[in-house]
């Protein structure tokens, strides 16, 4: 049996052609019951509608937008070519995606920039920031002005209508527990975690997941307090230092934040005992070459490509007040060790 077509829903949901239309295309002059009924309908015979073609029907184009962070990393650098590649594979479909940028660490940078986004030029937006108030007023400020949300790697619970794309943070964090558990034996001493800011919601998230199972497991170990970078990396290379100097009985090195590379190369000079254990979170490709070299022992990733993809999908599915397949949209938690790690393509 071939796939349900609009034909098929009327016939289900007891309306016209017209009617779907109109509900499909969120048109005025429907009553909210006839709206339920063709709604319940789709879910009743599974139905999908056909975007593409519905878009160039109607000459529906899709102007999205990603806000990133300012600074780059090799993380924001993998998410920047994803979108890139989303742009080329998704022009058939009228979907163009554009990119803003703003200060990770300055709310209200980043509530007005939002804010500027013009009305009637943007039709959603993927908002990869902390959580903070300003960012959660400025998010239902978009949703007021009849633009889509959805929150992109970064969670924000408090705004209700940005559906978020990304890992479980929480079991992220438990996975580097289990991990760092397991790999260090019975062995003594002291855990460092090193994040960005403790005030990202994904950073309180995994150092919850992350003591929880440490505490369960590896109550030998003392986790030491988190200790923030705020962004920048040359302050995130003489903390882990000073941290190093003066703790010398560290077993195992936690490293939340993306951009690692001036991090572990204060690790490479201050110098580890042999058996420490490194673990961090993003396949890029400083994480890539520590795992072939052994200096890193594990990371935690997600697929960029699929993060990207997923984020698009949804902006798109709720400007068009669609709804989405959850199991497409899930996004999947990976650990890569040296032995696992993917070729580059």
Known sequence: ???????????????????????????????????????????????????????????????????????????????????????KSMAHERTTVSIVRAPSNDPHQISQTLDALPRGKVDGVAIMAPETPQVRDSIARLDARDIAVVAFVSHQPTAETAYFVGINNEAAGRTVGQLMARFTGERQGCILVLTESMQARDSQERRLGFDTIMAKYAPRLNVRPSMESYGDPVRAARIIKAALESRPSVAGIYLMNHDICETMQAIDEEGTPQQTVIIGHELTPHTRARLQDGTMDAVITQDVGHLVRSAIRVLRAKTARMGTVASQERIRIEIILRENMPEVI
Do not use: C
């Not at 499909?24 to 999908?48: M, P, S, Y």
């Not at 509608?49 to 160039?56: E, Q």
């Open 1 to 87: 049996m071939g796939k349900p077509t609009t034909r098929d829903l009327a016939k289900a949901a007891g309306v016209s052609l017209a009617t779907v239309d109109r509900v499909l295309n969120a048109r005025a002059g429907v009553r909210q019951a006839t709206i339920e009924r063709v709604q319940k309908a789709i879910r009743e015979i599974d139905f999908v509608r056909d975007m593409a073609a519905a878009n160039l029907a109607r000459s529906k184009e899709y102007r999205l937008v990603f806000l990133l962070p300012d600074h780059d990393d090799e993380f924001v650098d993998l998410v920047r070519a994803a979108i890139a590649e989303a742009n």
